[in-house]
């Protein structure tokens, strides 16, 4: 298994630009979910998602959209990037009614907006 | 609101020597307690998971304890080497389960040879 893979690892947008970071998992886990991390602020959770088609803001979702068409992909899209959107972006996933056990995480990607 | 707060934020450590890093939390209602360990430009690991009825777990020389009605929970490292160099987070998980983590900001460990 390749567990949890982000793409871009680097990215670097103008103020304004849209993207989107892919985040895929291939252990079959239905629920995935967006990070944040931030200097000196630990990371903040984004959106999180429990299963295909099923999708809910965690505690700084503004700025961010989100869509669950498949077990695997919880892709994350920022619309209009702005400065306050440099981050790392980290992507999680656990088996589906297993909140008892440890989340995954993928490497992250590392964003800056100019 | 969950606050998560670890405490130092940074530590550094000649090789050898045993230490604790430490993690609380405003709110005892937690449903589980992780230590993840990052390192630089790298994802989390999950080190150890304490599950809210639980009082302590341990993987090899690492040793994590919980006490919920306080609020705390410490990461012991015994034996340091350089290896364990890295950045280590704490977060909780609240009792409606809903698989959301509250983070700490983490405690960056250098161990020196």
């Known amino acids: 298994n390749a567990g949890v893979t982000q793409t871009p690892k680097f990215q670097v947008l103008k103020t304004g630009q849209s993207m989107t970071l892919q985040c895929a998992q291939d252990m079959n886990h239905e629920y995935m979910s967006w990070y944040r991390q931030d200097p000196g602020m630990g990371l903040r959770l984004i959106h999180y998602s429990v299963g295909a088609g099923i999708t809910d803001q965690g505690e700084v979702p503004n700025g961010y959209n989100v869509s669950r068409s498949t077990t695997e992909d919880f892709p994350l899209r920022l619309l209009s990037a702005a400065p306050s959107q440099t981050s790392v972006y980290f992507c999680?996933?656990?088996?589906?009614?297993?909140?008892?056990?440890?989340?995954?995480f993928g490497p992250g990607t590392r964003l800056t907006v100019l | 609101k969950q606050e998560v707060t670890q405490i130092p934020a940074a530590l550094s450590v000649p090789e050898g020597e045993n230490l604790v890093l430490n993690c609380s939390f405003t709110?005892?209602?937690?449903?589980?307690l992780q230590w993840f360990r990052q390192d630089p430009g790298k994802g989390l690991t999950s080190l150890l998971l304490?599950?809210?009825?639980?009082r302590e777990q341990t993987s090899g020389r690492l040793n994590a304890s919980l006490d919920k009605s306080s609020g705390r929970s410490t990461l012991y490292i015994a034996a340091s080497q350089p290896g364990d160099s890295a950045t280590y987070l704490c977060a909780v998980t609240g009792s409606s389960n809903t698989g959301k983590l509250i983070f700490g900001q983490g405690t960056t460990l250098q161990v020196k040879p």
């Open positions: 709110d005892s209602a937690i449903y589980n």
């Open positions: 304490i599950q809210s009825s639980q």
């Open positions: 999680a996933s656990i088996p589906t009614g297993h909140y008892t056990d440890t989340q995954y």
